[in-house]
């Protein structure tokens, strides 16, 4: 969300009052220079930020309707921000003019979100026993990344023949940071790339060349040259568990199949905006947009 859900809520309050009752005289500042109403307020918020408040709202009001977000969970959340910023919490609260209960419910709207953006989405003990695994390993690779599948495999075919991988990656490669040095990505372990290219670097060994790997970067071909413990402890499979698992999802979520679900459930919900200037805000934008 772009603004605090205290403020949304604010401008929320002041929408339905004036939609429900029209213009309102009603002195909600006064100056000595003049006063300012209700509905002088009320335009003002409306053009500025009415079509995006309103949207984002009636976007929860059905993701609402749609998941269950028990206090429970949100308390668990709530406790993790707090452990998170230690004896800054209230400070924190303060200097973003958030209550306790308006954090909470920011809180039940993410939890909301991210709801609806794992939906259907599924995690197997293996696939965490997997990732455990490699949080114990560190790998060091070097790879050339290009645009295209034809460059790609040019770059390949040079490699088979005997093509020096340093020198490719400084004359083909398009990841700045690193092709000058021959493309070296140093140690890494799991979680630092992204999913597609850490399948495959765990899955060689020292000394290999992998075939393309197509990414949302481009093409990459890695070399693996080295795999070594890590040094760090890194607790026990219970200890992680819950992250892992959240990481795996997090990894697993299509962003726009989510949105296509979301605008989905608004158009389900047969959504009728009684204020003129924003019947038409679904077909303008995208929910959360």
């Known amino acids: 969300m772009k603004r605090t859900l205290l403020t949304i809520l604010a401008i929320l309050s002041v929408l339905l009052v004036a939609a429900c009752g029209g213009g309102d005289s009603?002195?909600?500042?006064?100056?000595?220079?003049?006063?300012?109403?209700?509905?002088?307020?009320?335009?003002?918020?409306?053009t500025e930020n009415g079509a995006e408040v309103l949207q984002t709202l009636i976007t929860f009001v059905v993701l609402s309707d749609a998941y269950e977000v028990t206090d429970k969970q949100v308390e668990e959340e709530l406790e993790k921000v707090k452990e998170?910023?230690?004896?800054?919490?209230?400070?924190?609260?303060?200097?973003?003019?958030l209550t306790e209960d308006a954090l909470k419910a920011d809180i039940k709207n993410g939890l909301l979100i991210q709801a609806a953006y794992t939906d259907g989405i599924e995690v197997t003990d293996e696939e965490i026993e997997k990732h455990y695994e490699?949080?114990?390993?560190?790998?060091?690779?070097?790879?050339?990344?290009?645009?295209?599948?034809?460059?790609?495999?040019?770059?390949?075919?040079?490699?088979?023949?005997?093509?020096?991988?340093?020198?490719?990656?400084?004359?083909?490669?398009?990841?700045?940071?690193?092709?000058?040095?021959?493309?070296?990505?140093?140690?890494?372990?799991?979680?630092?790339?992204?999913?597609?290219?850490?399948?495959?670097?765990?899955?060689?060994k020292a000394g290999e060349i992998s075939e393309p790997v197509a990414t949302d970067y481009?093409?990459?071909?890695?070399?693996?040259?080295?795999?070594?413990?890590?040094?760090?402890?890194?607790?026990?499979?219970?200890?992680?568990?819950?992250?892992?698992?959240?990481?795996?999802?997090?990894?697993?979520?299509?962003?726009?199949?989510a949105m296509e679900?979301?605008?989905?459930?608004?158009?389900?919900?047969?959504?009728?905006?009684?204020?003129?200037?924003?019947?038409?805000?679904f077909d303008q934008t995208e929910a959360l947009g």
Do not use: C, W
């Open 84 to 97: 998170s910023v230690g004896d800054d919490y209230e400070m924190i609260l303060q200097s973003q003019g």
């Open 218 to 257: 481009g093409y990459h071909i890695i070399e693996l040259i080295e795999i070594k413990e890590t040094e760090e402890d890194i607790g026990s499979l219970e200890d992680n568990e819950e992250e892992i698992r959240q990481t795996l999802i997090d990894n697993k979520v299509d962003q726009a199949e």
């Open 261 to 281: 679900r979301i605008n989905k459930m608004i158009e389900d919900a047969d959504v009728n905006i009684k204020i003129k200037e924003f019947e038409d805000i």
């Open 134 to 204: 490699r949080m114990s390993t560190e790998l060091k690779a070097r790879h050339i990344l290009v645009e295209d599948e034809e460059t790609a495999n040019e770059v390949k075919e040079k490699l088979d023949k005997g093509g020096d991988f340093a020198k490719l990656a400084k004359e083909y490669s398009t990841d700045t940071s690193n092709n000058e040095d021959g493309g070296d990505l140093g140690f890494f372990t799991v979680g630092s790339m992204v999913p597609e290219f850490e399948d495959k670097a765990f899955s060689m």
């Open 26 to 46: 009603e002195v909600v500042v006064e100056t000595n220079s003049g006063n300012i109403t209700k509905e002088e307020f009320y335009e003002q918020l409306k």
